[in-house]
């Protein structure tokens, strides 16, 4: 089987250089090019340079030049860029892989569009333990659906701009979702001063940004006498990574429409 050809945006960026990395390592998938703004400082430089690798492939701010060589577009960048990258794949049947977060409606509905012209999937986390974890919370709420107060927590390195994360945000979501609520109407995202009893229907949202924490999410579920919690927490980047170009593999039979990772893995219907 010919080797599928992978671009990466951002490509000079933290979760960028280890896309390259999950690239190079993933023995049906080759590097075909790397993209950074033009103002960037690596421009010209080897994608590989800051993880010891040659790969041949200059970083570049040529998008259509980038696009003309590859069957998939990696992206883990910020909304703004993404909708560009977006906007130029439909066009030139690139398909996406947007693991970028912080998109409002409107740029959800690009994508949305976009889907309609290639294949895209798009995930608020690649991490295989993460998606596995939204589909233990699918269970677990519905057997914990009466007298349990829902928080989650969240925690990522300091460089990180969106808060909530798009992952606790997505976990919001699995959860409301098999209580039969609506996130947007039941979401707390901060207290502060004399804030009364706590509304058992919400689910409030806690953030921490320090460091160079990954990312790490816990589910709490709490009642009168005990509490459960399920948590993920990420060590590596390398762990989102591979899951980004495992889902770019298994696009390859996909023409086009919009998936997540919970397709990619096949947990939808189990």
């Not at 945000?169 to 039941?186: D, F, P, Y």
Request: glycine share 10%; aromatic share 6%.
């Amino acid at each position: 089987m010919t080797a599928l050809k992978v671009a990466v945006a951002g490509a000079d960026g933290r979760m960028g250089r280890v896309l390259v990395e999950a690239i190079d390592r993933h023995p049906d998938t080759v590097l075909s090019g790397a993209l950074e703004h033009s103002g960037s400082a690596a421009i010209g430089l080897d994608a590989g340079y800051a993880v010891g690798l040659n790969t041949g492939i200059a970083i570049s701010s040529d998008i259509d030049a980038v696009l003309k060589a590859s069957d998939v577009l990696i992206d883990f960048t910020r909304p703004e860029p993404s909708l560009v990258y977006i906007e130029k794949c439909a066009a030139a049947g690139v398909k996406m892989i947007i693991g970028t977060t912080g998109f409002d409606e409107a740029g959800k509905a690009a994508i949305q569009t976009a889907s309609e012209k290639t294949a895209i999937v798009f995930a608020a986390n690649y991490s295989v333990g993460v998606n596995l974890t939204f589909h233990i919370l699918d269970t677990v709420s519905r057997v914990l659906n009466e007298g349990y107060d829902i928080e989650i927590i969240e925690a990522h390195h300091r460089h990180k701009v969106d808060a909530p994360s798009g992952t606790a945000l997505r976990m919001g979501e699995v959860i409301a979702n098999a209580l039969g609520r609506n996130l947007k109407e039941c979401a707390v995202y901060g207290r502060e001063g004399h804030t009364g009893a706590r509304d058992p229907n919400t689910i409030g949202f806690a953030t921490v940004r320090g460091g160079d924490i990954v990312g790490d999410h816990t589910a709490l579920f709490a009642t009168d006498g005990e509490r459960v919690e399920i948590t993920h927490k990420a060590s590596s980047r390398m762990t989102f990574a591979a899951g980004a170009v495992r889902a770019a593999v298994w696009l390859r039979n996909h023409p086009h429409g919009l998936f997540d990772m919970q397709d990619v893995l096949g947990l939808k219907n189990r």
